[in-house]
């Protein structure tokens, strides 16, 4: 059992998201982490999973999801070297002063930018992979983290291989 | 101008479409009116799961696709238990649903219910069309989905203003189906199939598993031709019944837990298992690990999903399997002998046939047995669920393919009697028997109706054990004898099929069995007759849950 990360190139209709992820439920799978955008080809999406597993059970849920008709293509990433991001936005206690001041130099050294300053609060914005966000979160934890969202992960493969349609 | 009543129902002709079987409702009357007069011809059922069995009973008795038409909220909901029975069994239906009007979506306004939610799991694919003008593209893909690859239903979902609105529309000049992430493999992969050959001659103890791909793909022909070039044993799965004749001699019968001792102890002690168009279900394997464990498997399928998804493959083959056993045929060179092993299958045959106590008791066996004699190969027999189905598949000789109709999968008491008045009217020459239990016929009793105002001249034959006879079954086998909630009260079907208009005997003794079947076959309309058979016979032999399917229980000669 191990992390794999999907990439599913969908067409770009209503319905198609609850049937991709219908599928995993069903087949016993949780997701742990879903991202959902456009992509370079008009009419078609582009949905990232990171989903644990074993190898077997992993092959059976794409070939599952190969028979979707609105799925056009799915590829195991996992095994291959690849660029993952995911993005964070955190709204953190920073009271003016010493804390403010902390804080911002911890953004700094995270490449994290700030991109709304209130009274007590300030919101981060960071991208990275997850052990960067996870880490940069547990750092903040002391001043207040007041509310955190992050998107799900994506992932792309390194060099100029592309994940095309076409079954 | 046409509104997209109009386009739906001319769609359905251009498809090829003759018969839907279907129940009007609020959302559908723009539908139903334009059916008032239309060529095509409406089968009013009694119920709407009747409907989509009917049209499962027509798509598999014809290879055609089926059409059912509901309501929406209830009668939509009512198609359930129909389209699932499809799907388990990968059976071509469209079924057509009215929806509430595109401003009322989500609304929870009267009737509604997200039916095409409710059957995500058990469609090919389903469709809300919002847009009169996407209506006939999307009913030429539902037709082009169910019909093609691994077959099954798709539901296409219409709200009512969208077949109430007028747009102008030629179903003729559309453009042919294409759809980038659907695009089945056909033709099976050439290294793959000399892989497969290799392997037939390398081994000494193989079996052909033939399952019900075979009938899907009309792949009978290619399957005879290819065990008897090569003389190898077949068995075959429930579905598979009737994809070579059940007095071939290369025939084992059936497998799995109420198959044959031969089968079960060929496919235990094979070296290679020649898997074609079936699914390892569990039913078939018994205790997964001891199925076949001797032996290398190849396994030709439509279905890429199926392939490894319960047991390792050696030489997996993806493709439909008439296209696949024809390229296996035309480059078959070597044969060898398998006379060792082919006599030591004889020798279970002889020793372990299919037997039941005959004696001067009704036996439901012996009812299946005079029918199959009486109808000798013809006809096409449709099953319920429980000891009825398994009696049928033991002991009726099925010759030809598209003649044996079951719900396999899915295991849907209820399924018979509609999917025969589905099969007649993809069959109407042929005679079509319902062989029924009195649990499963009372649950789509209701279609009595249905043959008595048309004059649907199906036969029901009920093996009347007033129990839930296979759940009884168990419960005498292992929950010591505590039959709980599986007696059911005498009915006299005779009465009920009277008080309907259908005619009907009552039997209760040997004697009358045959007298009785002569009777229901000459009658012109539709028959009923109700055999009072031994109330506590089991079907034997049988493999308990989880065993290995060589230890089989009862049916031997002791
Ligand atoms: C809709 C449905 N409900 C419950 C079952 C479980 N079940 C399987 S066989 C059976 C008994 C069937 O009784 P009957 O139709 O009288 O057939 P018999 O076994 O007596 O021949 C039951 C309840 C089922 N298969 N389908
Ligand atoms: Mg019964």
Redesign the pocket.
């Known amino acids: 059992m191990k992390p794999h990360t999907l990439s599913v190139l969908v067409e770009n209709k209503a319905g198609v998201l609850s049937r991709v992820t219908g599928l995993f439920s069903r087949r016993g799978y949780n997701i742990e982490s879903l991202a959902v955008g456009i992509c370079e080809e008009p009419g078609m999406s582009r949905i990232t999973i990171v989903c644990i597993g074993d190898d077997a059970g992993i092959e059976q849920v794409m070939k599952q999801l190969n028979k979707l008709i609105d799925v056009i293509k799915v590829s195991d990433l996992t095994d291959n070297e690849r660029v993952e991001r995911e993005l964070a936005l955190i709204k953190v206690t920073a009271e003016p002063g010493t804390s403010r001041a902390e804080v911002m130099q911890l953004a700094t050294i995270f490449r994290a930018q700030i991109i709304d300053v209130a009274a007590k609060t300030i919101i981060l914005s960071i991208t990275g992979d997850t052990e960067k966000i996870d880490a940069f979160e547990k750092l903040l934890r002391q001043y207040g983290v007041k509310e955190l969202v992050r998107t799900g992960r994506i992932a792309m493969l390194r060099g100029s291989k592309v994940l095309k349609g076409g079954k | 101008m046409k509104t997209g009543a109009k386009i739906l129902v001319e769609g359905l002709q251009r498809e090829g479409v003759e018969t839907i079987f279907g129940y009007p409702g609020g959302v559908v009357l723009p539908i139903y009116d334009e059916l008032y007069d239309s060529s095509l011809r409406h089968i009013l059922v009694r119920h709407e799961q009747a409907a989509a069995h009917a049209a499962d009973g027509f798509a598999r008795a014809s290879g055609r696709v089926g059409v059912c038409l509901a309501t929406s909220g209830p009668g939509a909901c009512n198609l359930v238990t129909g389209i699932a029975t499809a799907y388990m069994d990968s059976v071509p239906i469209v079924a057509i649903t009215g929806q509430v009007p595109t401003s009322l979506l989500g609304n929870d306004a009267f009737q509604e219910s997200d039916i095409t939610g409710i059957t995500l799991p058990i469609t090919k694919h389903n469709y809300l069309v919002k847009r009169t003008e996407d209506l006939g593209r999307v009913l030429q893909e539902a037709f082009y989905i169910a019909g093609t690859g691994r077959k099954g239903p798709v539901l296409v979902d219409i709200p009512k203003d969208v077949s109430m609105r007028s747009i102008e529309y030629d179903y003729a000049a559309s453009e042919p189906v294409t759809l980038r992430g659907y695009q089945p493999t056909l033709r099976g992969h050439a290294k793959q199939i000399d892989k497969a050959l290799e392997m037939i001659i390398e081994a000494e103890q193989p079996v052909i598993y033939a399952g019900g791909g075979i009938i899907a793909s009309d792949a009978s022909e290619e399957l005879v031709r290819l065990a008897e070039t090569l003389v190898i044993p077949v068995t075959t799965t429930l579905m598979g019944l009737g994809a070579i004749p059940c007095d071939h001699p290369l025939n084992l019968g059936m497998l799995g837990m109420h198959g044959t001792r031969s089968a079960n102890y060929a496919v235990t002690e094979s070296d290679l298992l020649i898997a074609i168009g079936a699914r390892f279900d569990d039913r078939v394997t018994g205790k997964l690990d001891s199925f076949a464990s001797h032996a290398r498997i190849i396994h030709i399928d439509i279905d890429p999903a199926e392939i490894g998804k319960n047991k390792k493959v050696d030489v997996p083959i993806v493709g439909d399997v008439r296209s696949v056993l024809q390229d296996m045929l035309a480059k078959l060179q070597k044969k060898k002998s398998y006379d060792r092993w082919l006599a030591r299958i004889r020798g279970w045959k002889e020793k372990h046939p299919l037997q039941y106590v005959s004696d001067n008791c009704l036996r439901p066996q012996y009812v299946v047995e005079e029918l199959s004699s009486l109808l000798n190969g013809e006809g096409i027999i449709v099953s319920?669920?429980?000891?009825?189905q398994m009696w049928t598949a033991q002991y009726f000789c099925f010759r030809k393919p598209r003649t044996w109709i079951t719900s396999g999968g899915l295991?849907?008491?209820?399924y018979g009697f509609p999917a025969a008045i589905g099969a007649h009217f993809a069959c109407p020459d042929q005679t079509v028997f319902d062989i029924?239990?009195?649990?499963?016929?009372q649950?789509n009793i209701q279609e009595l109706s249905t043959v008595a105002s048309n004059n649907i001249p199906v036969k029901v034959a009920i093996?009347n054990?007033r129990?839930?006879?296979?759940?009884r079954q168990w419960q005498e086998l292992f929950h010591n004898r505590r039959y709980s909630f599986t007696e059911l009260p005498p009915v006299d079907f005779v009465k009920v099929a009277n008080a309907y208009g259908v005619d009907g005997i009552k039997v209760e003794s040997c004697e009358e069995v045959v007298p009785a079947l002569k009777a229901a076959i000459e009658t012109d309309g539709p028959f009923v007759l109700d055999f009072r058979v031994e109330r506590e016979e089991n079907v034997f032999p049988m493999v308990p849950a989880g065993a290995a399917i060589n230890e089989m229980i009862g049916g031997k000669q002791e």
Do not use: I, K, Y
């Open positions: 319920e669920v429980g000891q009825n295991g849907t008491m209820g029924a239990g009195d649990g499963s016929f649950m093996l054990n129990f839930l006879g296979m759940v």
